[in-house]
């Protein structure tokens, strides 16, 4: 396989972590997770564990009992898991969602990883401080995007095809206003996040292709397809996309160096990520 590297061989002292999920996916973490034990020659194994809803309680349990190092926590457990962990730190719980439970000492410690992959995505191609963002979706990504924004000084506007949903979120989480998804054309921004599913696996946008701004950057959250149609009409008109697997690739590199300490340079699980197909 080009560009793998052989990982050390599984012994005794193997490290395990993982990602529980349900239901079962394609999940690309074990591939960009185990690909950067390789390259820095870290004594692990990364797996993925289907865990249904019932039982996220015993599934901690017993990670906790056999001393799992870290896990990744994926849809639909980031909140139904805080009240399994010993702590939650100050940046998850404002969030309200944990998406990684690292080992420390003896204590399952949640945390979230999410804001910082959407965060280091945007800052490819822009500095944030004092730029005006707008957020598609009003979801668990959605909170995600607007703690990065607030933590790097940016302006943000909450956009929702329910805008209910979006005033409770920007009235929490520090936003200008929140509007409808047609409001888009109309705000004159730096920067649009797009959280919310449109674009999953369809042609589909969640706004016209007009709404977008030449010289703006657009983030889509969906990273299947790699190319979604709002990232193709954003390029078409003068914008810089950045695909979703920037934000998959931060949030992995800095769940890490949680856990080790270690810094992976991106392109080792972007191209982990590159190999790992869809099913
Ligand atoms: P996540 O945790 O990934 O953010 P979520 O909490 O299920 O996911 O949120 C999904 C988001 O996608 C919501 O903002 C949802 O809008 P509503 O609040 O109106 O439900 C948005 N969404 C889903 N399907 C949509 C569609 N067809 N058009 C517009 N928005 C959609």
Request: charged content about 20%.
């Amino acid at each position: 396989m080009p560009g793998a590297v052989t990982r050390p061989e599984i012994a005794a002292t193997t490290a395990l972590c993982g990602i529980f999920l349900h239901p079962a996916g394609h999940t690309r973490s074990p591939a960009m997770h185990n690909a950067a034990y390789a390259a820095l020659g870290i004594d692990a194994v990364y797996l993925a564990f289907d865990v249904a809803p019932a039982q996220l309680g015993a599934a901690i349990a017993g990670a906790r009992a056999i001393g799992v190092r870290q896990l990744a926590i994926s849809i639909p457990h980031k909140q139904a898991v805080i009240a399994h962990l010993d702590r939650v730190d100050d940046t998850a719980r404002a969030i309200g969602a944990v998406n990684t439970v690292t080992r420390v000492g003896s204590e399952l410690v949640g945390s979230n990883t999410d804001w910082l992959g959407i965060a280091r995505a945007l800052e490819r191609e822009a500095q944030l401080a004092g730029k005006l963002a707008v957020v598609l979706g009003a979801g668990g990504t959605a909170r995600a995007a607007l703690y990065a924004l607030r933590e790097r000084g940016a302006r943000a506007i909450v956009l929702n095809r329910t805008p209910g949903k979006a005033e409770a979120l920007a009235a929490e989480l520090g936003a200008e206003r929140a509007g409808p998804l047609e409001e888009l054309a109309a705000i004159p921004h730096d920067v649009l996040i797009n959280t919310t599913s449109v674009g999953l696996r369809s042609e589909a946008s969640p706004v016209a292709a007009e709404a977008l701004r030449a010289g703006s950057v657009v983030l889509d959250a969906v990273y299947d397809p790699l190319e979604t149609r709002l990232l193709r009409d954003a390029r078409a008109l003068g914008a810089k996309g950045v695909s979703g697997k920037w934000m998959l690739v931060e949030q992995a590199r800095e769940q890490l160096r949680l856990w080790c300490g270690h810094d992976i340079d991106a392109s080792v699980m972007a191209e982990a990520f590159d190999r790992s197909s869809p099913s």
